[in-house]
């Protein structure tokens, strides 16, 4: 079952301008060390903090609290598994609303989506519970 589904678009240009101008400030208080670590070894900085930007405002939509309700920027993490596909880790105040939302016996599934195409970069994330012992788990 489908608990939470959130998109979110993000102007690359405004990404670039709050780096130019804030630059450490604003990545440490959005990023955390893996993701910045990640964007800052790309020749494009901008775009790919900008994804990453964008899972993170989805994902808040998807939790069903926004940037609020005890749910950080610094909660939400963009991870690449093995393979490169991108999932989300969550900590602190977002995991514990993505623990509350979560119906007993079900286990949680998180999909997410990123791409841009400049000047715009987008995210999807959806929630999915999924019933344990069901295999798909």
Not at 3 to 11: E, K, N, P, Q
Not at 78 to 105: C, Y
Not at 110 to 122: C, K, V
Request: charged content about 25%.
């Amino acid at each position: 079952m489908i608990l939470g589904i959130g998109s979110d678009l993000c102007d690359i240009r405004r990404i670039e301008k709050s780096l130019g101008r804030y630059g450490d400030r604003f990545t440490h208080r959005v990023f955390t060390d893996a993701e910045r670590a990640k964007c800052d070894s790309r020749a494009a900085k901008a775009p790919s903090y900008a994804r990453r930007f964008a899972a993170k405002e989805a994902c808040a939509k998807a939790l069903g609290t926004g940037i609020s309700a005890g749910v950080f920027w610094r909660d939400m993490e963009v991870v690449n598994l093995p393979g490169g596909r991108p999932t989300l880790r969550l900590t602190g105040g977002a995991a514990a609303q993505l623990v509350a939302m979560t119906p007993p016996g079900h286990a949680i599934k998180l999909h997410i989506t990123l791409t841009d195409d400049p000047p715009m970069a987008q995210a999807f994330v959806i929630i999915e519970a999924v019933p344990l012992g069901t295999g798909e788990s």
